[in-house]
Nanobody
Framework: QVQLVESGGGLVQAGGSLRLSCAAS????????MGWFRQAPGKEREFVAT????????YYADSVKGRFTISRDNAKNTVYLQMNSLKPDDTAVYYC????????????????????WGQGTQVTVSS
């Protein structure tokens, strides 16, 4: 069983940066792939980034490549999303998720691949 709590969202001007954190509880956290998704008003939840259980490889949506970085610290049971060069189109509620098969080497980019979700944190980017 895994519980996830996101933090670090807020209001930032275009071109600025934010770092989101997702704190996890559960003894099996380090065995799961972790992902970040986002959902804007009127839109479906979309994939942002994912990281393998042991930290490599990572994979990103085309819209955020070169700007966002996902990382994890299994010793702290925490996953991060560093967001640089933010754009107004990045405005959304951001969710972290844990899932996939434990210890899997697969890359998961579908929401239904993940069994555990946080409550979300709002990111707003002004022009």
């Amino acid at each position: 069983q895994v519980q996830l709590v996101e933090s670090g969202g807020g209001l930032v001007q275009a071109g600025g940066s934010l770092r989101l954190s997702c704190a996890a509880s559960g003894r099996t956290f380090s065995t799961y792939a972790m992902g970040w998704f986002r959902q804007a008003p009127g839109k479906e939840r979309e994939f942002v980034a994912t990281i393998r259980w042991n930290g490599s490889p990572t994979y990103y949506a085309d819209s955020v490549k070169g700007r966002f970085t996902i990382s994890r610290d299994n010793a702290k049971n925490t996953v991060y999303l560093q967001m640089n060069s933010l754009k107004p189109d990045d405005t959304a509620v951001y969710y972290c998720a844990a899932g996939g098969t434990p210890y899997s080497s697969s890359v998961y980019i579908r929401p239904y691949d993940y069994g555990y979700w946080g409550q979300g944190t709002q990111v707003t980017v002004s022009s």
